[in-house]
């Protein structure tokens, strides 16, 4: 019997070959067949939206099964820990430690950006471990997008997917254009020389930047050629970068001055938090690593240490980056734009300006080109759930990698670099971040504590309630630490619910599922803690970044509405009918061999 969800024309689809641009490889769902059947499906929307709400879950089985099928030839497993661990370094070693480290200092933390970076990457190490679960027991390139549907279902599933897509256009945009700023830095030209000025364009928009598109589609092919052609390279940049980065610090400590570190925390303890949670971006690349699940020989293994060995060093990297700069200068003397390089000109080695352009076009070189990797893999398998056009699912059968989702993401980066750096959507990159993470560690909690067909009614809503009390608790925290942090009373009450609400899930509920090969320790407390810490840290960001958050996510959910709901319902109750229809098949045919049979007697 063929599976389900399987595509029955397979032969007939491969027959079509790669590059197909027809409107049903695009729109191929009834709902979208003719203008009447759209109208019929929005009258139906509510009915669907509530359909989506209530069974709009996936299952392990479909993820790694139906849904794979639909790119209709595999991705190649090619990578190892090995790979994992240098393209952690490639994503996550780029411009924002040169960037973000001084503007920080300078405007939110002094001195004390160092534990800005701490408490970030610890945070940051919780979601780790529980992406690196995910990943080896769900292995999809889907990441985020595939757990949420898992666990959460459709609606929650995309809201994360949109997120994360959107910032990764920004973050891949902003890159491609300080990539530029270096270049011009590296010539000895102010940075916006190599841009294209057109007065007569907006301000924001009057400085087009051609070589930072170009960067983007270069990075893009290479990925789209060669996965472990990608990795090698990858190897090589991400070497040279670490032995950059290595006599950057060396020579910093030369000319260290431990009373730089005087006053350490001149803008108090909410300085050190509003900035972890802004360099939290810095540490946000690890997601591109575990979409990268599809193409790994060993999940079980390969993951989690190319996962937790790659931040492991990252963090150390960071804070021993932040120490230099700000033993080097005092804060206040630090330049928010050209931390390093103005650092070091003012101890008499101007030289290594171009030292640190390098670094950064190297870094920023390795972060482009896993983002291509990872956030097309992304984009593949949230394609293969028809919320975006199938045809972006599709895997080229020679090179093994998604070729039109690649181009996809790369287009529109390329757009948004040549065009502007939007500034003003900046802080969405760390909200979202978070955002999601949160999202992730309440998806851990409920695959752990819920199981379909096993876990009781009654136990079913006591999660949800002392998931929602977790998710409640650590919510007022970040309220009372933005409106009063020196008030304790808040904090008396509300942290010892989060820990009732913690020791509930643990004492009350019965585990239902246990990880066959590697599972994140001392759960609930880890995936609670990182709710806290991720919430702690967005409310830092302040509310202009929720205004545009909301804003930002209001869109996602009007397209849901509109397109991603419908395709999304007609694919599902197809994939019902075909199941039924298999049923039917399989019951007929069991008649008909017995019915030969008493014949044959």
Not at 59 to 83: F, I, K
Not at 252 to 272: D, E, I, Q, S, W
Not at 278 to 301: C, L, Q, W
Request: net charge neutral; aromatic share 10%; glycine share 8%.
């Amino acid at each position: 019997m063929e599976p389900v969800g399987a595509p029955r024309d397979k032969p007939a689809a491969a027959a079509r070959g790669y590059w197909r641009w027809r409107k049903d490889d695009f729109f191929p769902e009834p709902s979208f067949a003719s203008w009447g059947a759209y109208r019929g499906a929005l009258a139906a929307t509510p009915a669907r939206l509530r359909d989506r709400l209530l069974a709009g879950r996936s299952t392990d089985a479909a993820e790694l099964g139906a849904m794979r099928r639909r790119s209709e030839n595999e991705m190649r497993r090619c990578l190892t820990w090995w790979d994992l661990t240098w393209l952690g370094f490639g994503c996550h070693l780029g411009a924002g430690i040169f960037v973000l480290t001084g503007q920080e200092a300078r405007d939110h933390a002094g001195p004390a950006v160092v534990l800005s970076y701490v408490v970030a990457g610890l945070s940051a190490m919780l979601s780790v471990l529980i992406y690196a679960e995910f990943a080896v027991e769900i292995p999809v390139a889907g990441g985020s997008f595939a757990y949420l549907r898992v666990e959460l279902g459709d609606l929650a599933a995309f809201v994360a997917a949109a997120n994360l897509i959107l910032e990764t256009v920004i973050g891949t945009a902003a890159v491609a254009r300080a990539w530029t700023s270096y270049l011009a830095s590296l010539v000895n030209r102010p940075v916006s020389a190599l841009r294209v000025h057109v007065p007569s364009f907006g301000e924001g928009y009057d400085e087009l930047d051609p070589i930072a598109s170009a960067v983007i589609l270069a990075t893009a092919i290479m990925a789209m050629l060669s996965t472990k052609g990608s990795s090698r390279f990858n190897w090589v940049a991400s070497t040279v970068h670490l032995l950059v980065l290595a006599f950057i610090i060396v020579a910093g400590f030369v000319h260290a001055k431990p009373c730089n570190l005087t006053p350490f925390v001149p803008y108090g303890v909410p300085g050190v938090f509003r900035s972890a949670a802004v360099v939290y971006f810095a540490y946000s690349g690890f997601d591109s690593i575990a979409n990268m699940a599809e193409e790994t020989k060993n999940p079980s293994r390969d993951i989690p240490l190319g996962l937790i060995g790659s931040m492991s060093v990252i963090t150390a990297i960071y804070c021993t980056m932040a120490l230099t700069l700000t033993m080097m200068q005092p804060y206040t003397a630090i330049d928010r734009s050209a931390a390093y390089s103005v650092a070091f000109a003012a101890v008499g080695m101007r030289w290594m300006q171009y030292v640190v352009a390098v670094g950064a076009l190297k870094g920023m070189t390795t972060v482009l080109l896993v983002g291509a990797l990872g956030n097309a893999r992304y984009a593949t398998h949230i394609a293969r759930s028809h919320i975006i056009p199938p045809v972006f699912a599709l895997v080229h059968p020679k090179t093994g990698t998604p070729i039109h989702a690649t181009a996809l993401i790369t287009g529109a980066s390329a757009c948004v670099a040549f065009l502007s750096s939007l500034d003003v959507l900046a802080s969405l990159l760390s909200i979202s971040t978070l955002f999601i993470f949160v999202m992730i560690a309440t998806a851990l909690l409920v695959r752990r504590y819920h199981a379909r067909g096993v876990t009781s009614r009654a136990h079913g809503r006591l999660l949800a309630a002392l998931v929602l009390a977790i998710v409640g608790s650590s919510a007022g925290i970040a309220a009372c630490w933005g409106s009063a942090p020196e008030r304790w009373t808040g904090y008396a009450v509300l942290v010892p619910v989060w820990a009732a609400a913690t020791l509930g899930v643990q004492l009350l509920l019965p585990v239902a599922r246990v990880p066959t090969k590697w599972g994140v320790p001392l759960v609930p407390w880890l995936p609670s803690l990182s709710i806290a810490t991720n919430i702690f840290l967005m409310g830092s960001l302040g509310a202009s970044a929720f205004v545009r958050f909301g804003v930002c996510t209001a869109v996602m959910l009007l397209y849901y509405v509109l397109v991603g709901l419908h395709a999304t319902y007609d694919v599902a109750h197809e994939e019902v009918d075909d199941a039924a229809a298999d049923e039917k098949a399989a019951a007929a045919t069991d008649v008909e061999k017995s019915g030969a049979g008493d014949a044959g007697r």
